[in-house]
């Protein structure tokens, strides 16, 4: 009897040790450049994986910048790096990008500044067209990334 009650005690041992190592990763909400203005944040991290918002080719006022689809994507991935700088990454921890497009015409144009940024690993990525996006621009990504 003592056998089985010491083996059932290494058993329930055993288990709390496992469920200990498998508690759900804390999530954070980030907010990297102060209360949000919109019903999103723009970064969330569960665990050493960070979520980012989608992000748009505008600038310091919140401007789509001029120049089309590849001035609009080269500050869209300015915004993307200032973001993950801010929250504990960086671009060449990217894992996963999703590009929406206003027109898939541009996605060649769009490809040519987005492989720029990333010229020693390529993250997986989806594109999608879409039928318009906010505040008219032509191109919104979000990604996927590892906390440093």
Not at 115 to 139: C, D, E, Q, W, Y
Request: proline share 7%; glycine share 6%.
């Amino acid at each position: 009897m003592t056998r089985i009650r010491n083996a059932a005690a290494l058993a329930i041992l055993f288990a709390c040790a496992a469920c200990a190592r498998n508690r759900p990763p804390t999530i954070e909400y980030l907010t990297p450049f102060g209360p949000p203005t919109n019903p999103f944040s723009p970064a969330v991290r569960v665990g050493s994986i960070l979520y980012l918002a989608g992000q748009l080719g505008t600038d310091s006022t919140g401007t789509v910048v001029k120049g089309g689809i590849e001035a609009e994507t080269r500050q869209t991935l300015r915004n993307i790096a200032n973001v993950l700088d801010k929250t504990g990454s960086s671009m060449d921890r990217v894992v996963k990008c999703t590009a929406f497009l206003a027109d898939m015409k541009e996605w060649p144009a769009m490809n040519v500044v987005y492989a720029s940024f990333f010229p020693t690993h390529k993250p997986a990525r989806s594109a999608f067209g879409a039928t318009g996006l906010a505040l008219n621009a032509r191109v919104e990504i979000d990604c996927i990334a590892v906390v440093k």
